[in-house]
């Protein structure tokens, strides 16, 4: 009977944990609360310690969202995943439309998919220590400060690398990456124009590439580019406060972001996170024809009590993501000219 009633008072004492998590009380109370399991048992204390893991890493989770980025654009397909796996299935050749037809029986074509599973990435953040002495010395709680540190670093990686993902390897008939026109910006690079942009367009209406979900994410050089020679355009750039600058300029959703792709004097591809020097590049990628997808998210801690030497804890985190093209038909990318 007594170890019914402590079961029933750690079920209790989750619930009313998770409804504190859920109108933004945050890991404080949770951490307070889940520390209460201490009084009622033995085998609560390690059901507690689990729960206290698991909501932490549901809290991670619960904010991971890239909100407000070109991110969201992207359509997520977490419900493709398993195992840190996803499954991609890439439709075969649209069917032919008829107009006016009287010819019968009309043609029958069969459709080929091609379906691969995709490993996704695995992104571990190193371990941040928070000693007894801070616990107890400072005015906030540092353990729920350095999870939401580690999230947002998370994010801001993924996100950067995401965008490499959709970048295009090269410069080919399916994936055309365009070199800017305009005038020389005093360190011989070639400024991106409206110009360039209108005739990127009409290379992309010549693949047949569809004009809905269009997203340019241009990097700083280029959107630095277009405001100091559009008008129109900085004032957008002014008024808006998260997500695109504008949703309709020549064909294209325009974002921006801080980190861009880099290309070799080629045109290819230079691999993420590699010292080569190359030129940044904006990119072009068909939001329908993308995917993201999260996998499962651990956090792991080493826990003060457990280190008598030291008296710290050390926590860190690992996530598993990716975004990626589900049709190399609507990549795209857009480097700087070289002058002469």
Do not use: C
């Not at 325009?254 to 080629?266: H, K, M, Q, T, W």
């Amino acid at each position: 009977m007594k170890k019914l009633i402590k079961i029933l008072v750690a079920v209790l004492l989750v619930a009313f944990t998770g409804y504190s998590f859920a109108n933004g009380s945050g890991q404080e109370v949770a951490s307070s609360t889940l520390d209460a399991f201490k009084s009622v048992g033995g085998e609560t204390v390690a059901f507690a310690a689990v729960a206290k893991k698991e909501l932490a890493e549901r809290e991670l989770i619960k904010h991971f969202r890239h909100k407000g980025t070109w991110l969201e654009r992207v359509p997520s397909k977490n419900q493709w995943v398993g195992n840190d796996v996803i499954k991609l299935n890439e439709i075969g050749a649209d069917p032919e439309v008829l107009i006016n037809n009287n010819t019968y029986p009309i043609t029958v074509a069969s459709r080929t998919d091609t379906s691969q599973a995709i490993s996704l990435f695995k992104y571990d953040t190193t371990n941040t220590k928070i000693t007894d002495d801070e616990q107890n010395a400072l005015p906030y709680d540092k353990a729920g400060s350095v999870q939401q540190q580690h999230r947002e670093t998370l994010e801001d990686i993924t996100q950067d690398h995401a965008l490499h993902s959709l970048a295009p390897m090269a410069n080919t008939a399916d994936t055309p990456i365009f070199t800017t026109t305009g005038e020389d910006d005093g360190t011989g690079r070639k400024r991106l124009r409206t110009l360039d942009l209108i005739n990127y367009k009409k290379q992309l209406d010549n693949l047949k590439i569809p004009k809905r979900g269009r997203v340019l994410v241009l990097a700083p050089d280029h959107i630095a580019d277009l405001l100091a020679e559009d008008k129109n355009l900085n004032v957008q750039y002014q008024n808006h406060t998260e997500g695109a600058i504008s949703k309709k300029y020549y064909g294209f959703e325009l974002y921006e972001d801080i980190i861009a792709p880099v290309y070799d004097a080629g045109l290819n591809k230079i691999p993420y996170g590699s010292a080569t020097p190359g030129t940044q590049a904006s990119v072009l990628f068909l939001a329908q024809r993308t995917a993201k997808a999260r996998g499962s998210v651990k956090r792991y801690m080493a826990k003060s009590e457990n280190d008598p030497q030291n008296r710290e804890t050390v926590v860190g985190f690992r996530l598993y993501f990716i975004a990626i093209p589900t049709s190399l038909k609507g990549q795209g990318a857009i480097v700087s000219g070289a002058v002469a």
